[in-house]
């Protein structure tokens, strides 16, 4: 089993910025890469962001390009996403989560990936 356990969302106004985090435990870490999802009420999750076992490949939604960075630390176990310039389209529940199959590259498709966490609110005020 892996556990993943999100952290850092709360209320920021339009402009401004959060660092998410995403502590993992359980099964390896640092041999799967790593995905950011994000699900607003009543739309379906979609992908924000993602980062190979080693962090040399990152991907990003069209939208977040610019403005979002995906990182990670394998030594923590943790996976990270900074957030700037946060839009009033921005607001979401954010989740991470860990591609089924290790040592692939970046993948968008939320059916890719086995374990998730439970999520982060990020709310954005204009």
């Known amino acids: 089993q892996v556990q993943l356990v999100e952290s850092g969302g709360g209320l920021v106004q339009a402009g401004g910025s959060l660092r998410l985090s995403c502590a993992a435990s359980?099964?390896?870490?640092?041999?799967?890469?790593m995905g950011w999802f994000r699900q607003a009420p009543g739309k379906e999750r979609e992908f924000v962001a993602a980062?190979?076992?080693?962090?040399?490949?990152?991907d990003y939604s069209d939208s977040e390009k610019g403005r979002f960075t995906i990182s990670r630390d394998n030594a923590k176990n943790t996976v990270y996403l900074q957030m700037n310039s946060l839009k009033p389209e921005d607001p979401a529940v954010y989740y991470c989560?860990?591609?089924?199959?290790?040592?692939?590259?970046?993948?968008?498709?939320?059916?890719?990936?086995?374990?998730w966490g439970q999520g982060t609110q990020v709310t954005v005020s204009s």
């Open positions: 359980g099964r390896p870490f640092s041999s799967h890469a």
């Open positions: 980062i190979t076992l080693n962090g040399d490949i990152t």
């Open positions: 989560a860990r591609h089924w199959r290790a040592y692939t590259t970046v993948v968008r498709t939320p059916t890719s990936y086995d374990y």
